[in-house]
């Protein structure tokens, strides 16, 4: 193993601010290990988006992250894992690791035999989720929710704000009245509406998000390829760097909102 590789950063990307909810989990999982974010945010939301757009748009950013280089990405984004993970991994010559709905698990909590999965319209309408469904889903009834709108109000950070919990609590509705009693939040957006949420459906149903289990996958798939970190802890403030195609001081004042501290946000222009 090269030491050089095994310390370079991990990429990790979304749409724009929903993946910081992965990258939080990572940043707790793994201590030893430096950060790169980008939020596509000039380009988001990807989950309105056709599926040559978000491939092409993914595949921008990778080979952007190649170049620092990373030592492994992480597509922290629901929509752009279920439509563009199989043309990254055949491009990129790192590890990547991807995301999606938890609707395994969910399958095995839910006491109802009732499942909601709360998605963007195109995670929802993908092949990847129909699978998930096919394979998980026998015993037990998968409901998805596309939820348009949403992405766009955490974009804004506008979190607890009375339109946004009305929008939950339309989308919540149909799925409480069908009997289901674990939700499945299948964006990384929604986590930063988790407690809007939680409120709404009440302490008898079970909400879940993935950020933790990609976290430990990917460190499953570092130490199995002999790619983790040689170095101490690394320094709070300086192991994450943040890129993003938006503009730079409206994601600044959001980035540094959700993620609990001022940062700084680098520009990127990709093709």
């Known amino acids: 193993m090269n030491s050089n590789i095994a310390n370079a950063p991990i990429g990790v990307f979304d749409s724009g601010v929903g993946g910081l909810t992965v990258l939080r989990a990572v940043h707790h999982q793994l201590p030893s290990e430096r950060l790169l974010y980008v939020a596509d945010s000039g380009h988001a939301p990807y989950g309105e988006r056709n599926a040559d757009y978000i491939t092409s748009r993914c595949l921008d950013i990778a080979r952007f992250l190649q170049k620092q280089p990373v030592k492994a990405m992480v597509v922290a984004c629901n929509t752009a894992s279920v439509i563009a993970i199989k043309q990254l991994r055949e491009s990129c010559s790192v590890p990547i690791v991807g ?18 999965v709360l998605a963007t319209s195109q995670t929802t309408a993908s092949d990847g989720v129909k699978k998930l469904c096919e394979l998980y889903g026998k015993d ?41 009693d674990t939700i499945v939040l299948g964006c990384t957006h929604y986590p930063f509406v988790r407690d809007v949420i939680q409120s709404i459906v009440g302490d008898s149903v079970t909400v879940i998000e993935p950020g933790a289990a990609v976290a430990k996958q990917l460190s499953r798939r570092l130490d199995e390829l ?8 690394c320094n709070e403030e300086s192991r994450t760097s943040f890129y993003s195609t938006g503009e730079v001081g409206d994601v600044t004042k959001i980035i540094s909102s959700l993620w609990g501290r001022s940062v700084f946000i680098q520009s990127l222009r990709t093709t």
Not at 226 to 233: A, G, I, K, V
């Open 226 to 233: 002999q790619l983790s970190s040689t170095m101490n802890p």
């Open 99 to 116: 995301i999606e709905p938890a609707i395994k698990p969910a399958a095995q909590a839910t006491r109802s035999g009732v499942v909601g």
């Open 140 to 180: 037990v009834e998968v409901i998805l929710k596309p939820c348009p709108g949403l992405v766009d109000r955490i974009e804004r950070a506008e979190l607890n704000t009375a339109e946004t919990r009305q929008m939950l609590i339309t989308y919540l509705s149909p799925l409480l009245d069908a009997g289901a």
